[in-house]
């Protein structure tokens, strides 16, 4: 029996094996009624507090105002949304249920509305493609940490950070998201990384100290929005990139500066293409 014979055999062997083989796919996940239930974590007491929020879709607004560490509702209509609290030490988690497990369909509610309280503390919030509205504004924050995908965010510090912040890093996919009122973040460094999105920091607010920046993007648009009075300096690092500034500006090769009195900001940005704009 030469080859060829061989190989005819074994395909009509493989073929009828297959035709007796079904898979089972996973169920896919419905709908329900709303289900809303509320959400409490007890102040740690404890200035090493680290609370970490990981969402997956859906909408997620936090604000201040919490008597707890953190308080507030969440509105779900599929079970595996149900989410939990993780408690280690003075490390805490709210955590949505896999969402990694579930097909996404249009009639699926997802929606958190949490205030958190004034106890000095690292914040993480990690998402994926959601909805947000994040008002900080007057949270002794120690250090920010935003990690998301395909996000629409809208992030505001309306009032000063009472603690010093060492860190504020955001990363990003192809995202809508706009940084409001970033002075009063009192961070010492910022770390911005995006995508091929549209991204706008603010710096209005009051700046407490000198603050370096390092952003970095791929294809999209940077809107830097800086006051008039503020001392900044931008250097861009980048050849493919369309460059707008108005006339408080001034320009030397890739350094622009904005003569101001007070704390400095010196930023950096690294874009593969696209456009930044210098604001005031």
């Known amino acids: 029996m030469n080859v060829r014979i061989i190989s005819v055999l074994l395909v009509l062997a493989l073929a009828n094996i297959a035709c007796g083989f079904t898979v089972d796919l996973p169920e896919r996940a419905k709908a329900g009624p709303d289900v809303k239930e509320s959400i409490t974590v007890a102040d740690p007491k404890s200035d090493e507090t680290r609370l970490t929020i ?21 509105v779900y209509n599929v079970e595996e949304l149900k989410p939990e609290i993780i408690k280690n030490g003075n490390d805490i988690e709210i955590k949505q249920g896999d969402f990694k497990k579930l097909p996404p369909f249009d009639d699926m509610k997802n929606e958190w509305d949490l205030k958190l309280g004034k106890t000095p503390l690292d914040l993480t919030l990690q998402a994926g493609a959601y909805n947000a509205e994040y008002e900080l504004g007057g949270l002794a924050l120690k250090s ?16 000063p950070n009472p603690s010093e912040m060492s860190i504020l890093r955001y990363e990003t996919g192809a995202s809508s998201v706009t940084l409001s009122g970033l002075a009063n973040a009192n961070f010492s460094t910022l770390i911005f990384s995006g995508g091929a999105g549209s991204y706008k920091l603010d710096f209005s607010g009051d700046l407490q100290r000198d603050a370096t920046i390092e952003i970095e993007a791929g294809f999209g648009d940077v809107n830097l929005v800086i006051p008039e009075g503020v001392d900044a300096k931008v250097t861009v690092e980048s050849a493919a990139v369309d460059i707008n500034h108005n006339s408080n500006w001034s320009q030397n090769g890739n350094l622009y500066s904005q003569t101001g009195e007070g704390h400095t900001l010196t930023i950096v940005v690294k874009m593969a293409a696209g456009s930044l704009s210098l604001n005031d």
């Not at 920010?144 to 009032?159: M, P, Q």
């Open 144 to 159: 920010l940490t935003v990690r998301d995908g395909a996000a629409n965010v809208d992030l505001s510090f309306s009032e």
């Open 54 to 74: 990981s969402f997956g879709a859906g909408t997620l607004t936090l604000s201040p105002g919490a008597k707890a560490l953190v308080e507030g509702d969440v």
